[in-house]
């Protein structure tokens, strides 16, 4: 299996990401959780990262807290979509789990130097301030991370904060620029992409059906999130971000694009959090993501819906 390590805000769409993961041991060994502020405050985001940990039966996976605030600009929350908890609709116990007591800056530094070259790939749900400050902190990690599989950006689609940043590259435009620019390979699974996996009203049914605690759960949280995003977007199911992270991981097949040079601006008037995506090469940059522009939704939903199944 691929070993993960999973930076998080959940947030409905990253706990989601979460249970698709931890429902895929035979591809993915998710070693760690590592949780930021973004969607919600980082006592939050950690709160609901254990209460999803422990909903698939997995608490034996260490999380750990993380940075709570972006690493140069005052935090910006999503509470207007995610709800005051940052996981309403999901229904669940507080959590008996806790973080460890190491920050998650430090967890990620240590463990990648522990780590042979190439060895763990990070897949990163939210902000990039953690990763960011890692790499700044001990540049030497950057060889042993395979690549980055991130939720971040936008080009054809536009933004969903601004109208061309989106949201986890707005927050923290300076540690976006750090990751991008740290010669890691990335894989960018944009709102180019994120938009067309709509949880339409069918696709939900098919995921309640499963009828157990995580499909649930899921369905609960995508039906809460759907509120606020079908108003914008007026389209038959809101989009689905995260788990397309994973989604790729499992099925990379599903996902198509290409090579591409991306950089984040993070001082223009109107455009700072931009992704500045050289989708047709215009500058001659070498490329440093795999971008993903088109994906198969309805092969995603039925994997998505496999996969909840499992977790019983
Ligand atoms: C991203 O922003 C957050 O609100 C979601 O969890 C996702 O990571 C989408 O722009
Ligand atoms: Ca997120």
Not at 33 to 58: F, K, M
Not at 199 to 227: K, P, Y
Not at 273 to 299: E, F, H, M, Q, S
Request: aromatic share 6%; glycine share 8%; with cysteine.
């Amino acid at each position: 299996p691929i070993r993960i390590i999973i930076d998080t805000d959940p947030g409905q769409d990253d706990a989601v990401a979460l249970l698709l993961a931890l429902a895929s041991p035979d591809e993915l060994t998710v070693e760690a959780v590592t949780t930021v502020g973004g969607n919600t405050g980082i006592e939050n985001t950690t709160r609901n990262a254990a209460a999803i940990l422990e909903l698939a039966g997995r608490s034996d996976i260490p999380l750990y807290r993380g940075c709570d605030i972006p690493l140069v600009r005052p935090p910006l929350r999503a509470e207007h979509v995610h709800g005051e908890s940052g996981l309403d609709g999901a229904a669940l116990p507080p959590p008996s789990k806790q973080a460890e007591a190491t920050h998650a800056v430090d967890f990620l530094t240590d463990y990648l130097r522990a780590q042979p070259q190439g060895a763990i790939t990070l897949v990163t749900l939210a902000p990039m301030t953690n990763i960011a400050l890692a790499l700044r902190k001990a540049p030497d990690i950057a060889p042993r991370i395979a690549r980055i599989v991130s939720m971040i950006g936008a080009c054809f689609e536009g933004g969903n904060i601004t109208p061309n940043a989106e949201f986890n590259a707005f927050v923290d435009p300076e540690a976006a620029k750090i990751v991008f620019g740290a010669g890691i390979p990335m894989v960018v699974l944009p709102l180019d992409v994120t938009h067309q996996m709509a949880a339409t009203a069918a696709r939900l049914a098919a995921i309640r059906a499963v009828d157990n605690a995580a499909a649930r759960c899921v369905a609960g949280m995508l039906g809460f999130s759907e509120r606020f995003d079908l108003k914008k977007f007026e389209s038959d199911g809101a989009p689905l971000h995260d788990p397309c992270t994973i989604g790729w991981l499992l099925r990379p097949d599903l996902f198509q694009g290409r090579e591409v040079n991306i950089c984040v601006e993070t001082q223009g008037e109107f455009c700072a959090g931009t992704t500045i995506v050289d989708y047709w090469r215009v500058t001659g940059r070498a490329p440093n993501a795999l971008y993903l522009r088109d994906g198969n939704a309805d092969g995603f939903y039925a994997l998505l819906t496999e996969r909840l199944a499992r977790l019983g």
